[in-house]
């Protein structure tokens, strides 16, 4: 039951509504899209299928032994045995160094058009959605001076399903390089070409994923995980040194907040008095907010302070005595400096000059022989963390003559109109205008307006850095119960007219 509900809050929407409103022509056009979208999915898994099958062929322990049974074979064929004895190792070069690179760039670009054709389906020109960034939003700087991307973290409330898809929105439109949906073909191509973008790369950590697409790992997560789970800061570290610099983000709400969910955490917060009280959000997660932050003040060579300095040299002049403890302040005062430095840079926007990069290992191919590391991008984080706060409303119109005002203010009338807070289904969000706006650009759409807002907060990341997990925790919670009353501000800022 509890799966059926979710699938239908987030995919399909009241079944009731479907039945009632929708069309024959709407069906099969929410159809056909779904069917696009899942080749894409079905690509992809094909696309990694054959990924792994090689490289576990070719990287094999098992390849070794096959590669010296080959030398003896054909070392016994006379004339042609030099020549069959090249063939084996030749295939295997081939596929490590043209194939797996190959399929590799191929599954980019599979999930890059997958991003730019899902944002295209549900928020390109909808008279009836429109998005709203509200007056006292900070801008959403990702860029350094030499207009290079910087690995940055955002945090936001989860309302929908569609907040994945609104975010790409965002950044795709964002920066200096903003894009326009008719170049759709030209972005693919350069990145096959060149590999860039002419916008952020983004990633969200979600179910114990680092993911920006639908893959079946994912959904396996989602079906036998809780919503604690989540990545280790090593994995996103090794993830950043791949891919180089991207925005991460993370909702730590995990769930999206629904009527049964906000009714389940009143009656928590009757029950237990200690616990926030949010209205318009849900209690958050720490896990992958910490991780991300623990994983950022890694890069930046920030440790955590787990316990005050004062407390810490009086131990160890109790235990040591004075002498001991003065050897042992002069030999870690090297790592003190980089510790500060490293704080002191990301507070005031420096480059890290002590480090930041990740090291490689060397690694060995096939034949035991050392290879060089590939040098990877340097790693740059943003000094700003961004917040969002989005709400999805719908108008209704109401012959009520008097102002009312529902449990906790989520409904209020303005002008004649009740503004509801809703969680618009993807489903809905697919769902094509009649009339194209190329067609007639004086068309008015008869279905009701989604009002999507938005707030953008940027927070500074270098106090987090060195801070202890449980100060992590008070900040995240402090920063919920401030969107919890911000939403409430934006709906009684909204005029209809």
Same mark, same amino acid.
């Given at each position: 039951?509890?799966?059926?509900?979710?699938?239908?809050?987030?995919?399909?929407?009241?079944?009731?509504?479907?039945?009632?409103?929708?069309?024959?022509?709407?069906?099969?056009?929410?159809?056909?899209?779904?069917?696009?979208?899942?080749?894409?999915?079905?690509?992809?898994?094909?696309?990694?299928?054959?990924?792994?099958?090689?490289?576990?062929?070719?990287?094999?322990?098992?390849?070794?032994?096959?590669?010296?049974?080959?030398?003896?074979?054909?070392?016994?064929?006379?004339?042609?045995?030099?020549?069959?004895?090249?063939?084996?190792?030749?295939?295997?070069?081939?596929?490590?160094?043209?194939?797996?690179?190959?399929?590799?760039?191929?599954?980019?670009?599979?999930?890059?058009?997958?991003?730019?054709?899902?944002?295209?389906?549900?928020?390109?020109?909808? $008279?009836? #959605?429109?998005?709203?960034?509200?007056?006292?939003?900070?801008?959403?700087?990702?860029? &350094? /001076? @030499?207009?290079? +991307? %910087?690995?940055?973290?955002?945090?936001?409330?989860?309302?929908?399903?569609?907040?994945?898809?609104?975010?790409?929105?965002?950044?795709?439109?964002?920066?200096?390089?903003?894009?326009?949906?008719?170049?759709?073909?030209?972005?693919?191509?350069?990145?096959?070409?060149?590999?860039?973008?002419?916008?952020?790369?983004?990633?969200?950590?979600?179910?114990? $994923?680092? #993911?920006?697409?639908?893959?079946?790992?994912?959904?396996?997560?989602?079906?036998?995980? &809780? /919503? @604690?789970?989540? +990545? %280790?800061?090593?994995?996103?570290?090794?993830?950043?040194?791949?891919?180089?610099?991207?925005?991460?983000?993370?909702?730590?709400?995990?769930?999206?907040?629904?009527?049964?969910?906000?009714?389940?955490?009143?009656?928590?917060?009757?029950?237990?008095?200690?616990?926030?009280?949010?209205?318009?959000?849900?209690?958050?997660?720490?896990?992958?907010?910490?991780?991300? #932050?623990?994983?950022?003040?890694?890069?930046?060579?920030?440790?955590?302070?787990?316990?005050?300095?004062?407390?810490?040299?009086?131990?160890?002049?109790?235990?040591?005595?004075?002498?001991?403890?003065?050897?042992?302040?002069?030999?870690?005062?090297?790592?003190?400096?980089?510790?500060?430095?490293?704080?002191?840079?990301?507070?005031?926007?420096?480059?890290?000059?002590?480090?930041?990069?990740?090291?490689?290992?060397?690694?060995?191919?096939?034949?035991?022989?050392?290879?060089?590391?590939?040098?990877?991008?340097?790693?740059?984080?943003?000094?700003?963390?961004?917040?969002?706060?989005?709400?999805?409303?719908?108008?209704?119109?109401?012959?009520?003559?008097?102002?009312?005002?529902?449990?906790?203010?989520?409904?209020?009338?303005?002008?004649?109109?009740?503004?509801?807070?809703?969680?618009?289904?993807?489903?809905?969000?697919?769902?094509?205008?009649?009339?194209?706006?190329?067609?007639?650009?004086?068309?008015?759409?008869?279905?009701?307006?989604?009002?999507?807002?938005?707030?953008?907060?940027?927070?500074?990341?270098?106090?987090?850095?060195?801070?202890?997990?449980?100060?992590?925790?008070?900040?995240?919670?402090?920063?919920?119960s401030q969107k919890d009353k911000l939403i409430d501000c934006i709906e009684n800022g909204i005029s209809i007219r």
């Amino acid at each position: 039951m509890a799966v059926r509900d979710s699938v239908e809050t987030n995919f399909f929407g009241s079944i009731h509504n479907i039945q009632k409103t929708w069309e024959v022509y709407d069906w099969i056009c929410v159809s056909l899209r779904i069917a696009i979208l899942c080749s894409y999915i079905i690509s992809q898994s094909v696309i990694s299928c054959c990924q792994r099958f090689l490289k576990f062929s070719v990287q094999n322990h098992l390849m070794n032994i096959l590669l010296k049974i080959n030398q003896t074979l054909c070392n016994c064929v006379p004339f042609f045995g030099k020549h069959l004895q090249q063939v084996l190792p030749k295939a295997i070069s081939f596929i490590s160094e043209r194939v797996l690179p190959g399929l590799e760039k191929l599954s980019q670009v599979v999930q890059l058009c997958f991003q730019l054709h899902v944002v295209e389906m549900t928020l390109k020109d909808k $008279k009836n #959605v429109q998005i709203f960034v509200t007056a006292e939003s900070d801008d959403l700087n990702l860029y &350094d /001076e @030499n207009n290079r +991307v %910087m690995t940055t973290l955002l945090i936001s409330n989860h309302r929908s399903i569609n907040d994945y898809v609104l975010i790409n929105y965002l950044l795709q439109h964002s920066g200096y390089n903003s894009i326009s949906f008719a170049n759709k073909r030209e972005i693919l191509k350069n990145f096959w070409s060149t590999g860039e973008l002419s916008f952020p790369r983004l990633k969200f950590l979600t179910w114990g $994923k680092v #993911v920006n697409f639908p893959h079946l790992s994912l959904i396996k997560n989602i079906l036998i995980k &809780d /919503e @604690n789970s989540f +990545v %280790m800061p090593k994995e996103i570290k090794q993830h950043l040194s791949k891919d180089g610099n991207e925005v991460v983000t993370i909702f730590p709400e995990v769930n999206i907040l629904t009527t049964e969910l906000s009714i389940v955490q009143r009656k928590l917060n009757q029950d237990y008095s200690f616990v926030a009280k949010f209205y318009n959000v849900l209690y958050p997660r720490f896990k992958s907010f910490i991780s991300v #932050v623990r994983c950022f003040g890694n890069i930046n060579r920030v440790k955590t302070k787990h316990h005050s300095s004062v407390f810490d040299n009086a131990k160890k002049i109790l235990n040591n005595g004075v002498d001991k403890f003065v050897i042992k302040a002069s030999s870690q005062s090297e790592n003190t400096v980089e510790q500060d430095f490293a704080q002191a840079s990301m507070v005031l926007g420096l480059q890290n000059s002590y480090g930041g990069e990740i090291k490689e290992e060397p690694s060995k191919c096939n034949n035991g022989k050392q290879e060089k590391a590939v040098p990877k991008e340097l790693i740059r984080v943003n000094r700003n963390l961004f917040d969002f706060t989005i709400v999805y409303y719908k108008p209704k119109c109401t012959n009520t003559k008097f102002d009312h005002d529902h449990l906790n203010g989520q409904f209020k009338l303005h002008n004649g109109y009740q503004l509801e807070q809703v969680n618009p289904s993807f489903f809905e969000m697919l769902q094509p205008e009649k009339v194209s706006i190329e067609e007639n650009p004086t068309y008015t759409t008869t279905k009701p307006p989604i009002v999507i807002m938005i707030h953008i907060k940027k927070h500074e990341l270098g106090p987090l850095l060195p801070a202890k997990g449980r100060n992590l925790e008070k900040w995240l919670e402090n920063q919920w119960s401030q969107k919890d009353k911000l939403i409430d501000c934006i709906e009684n800022g909204i005029s209809i007219r």
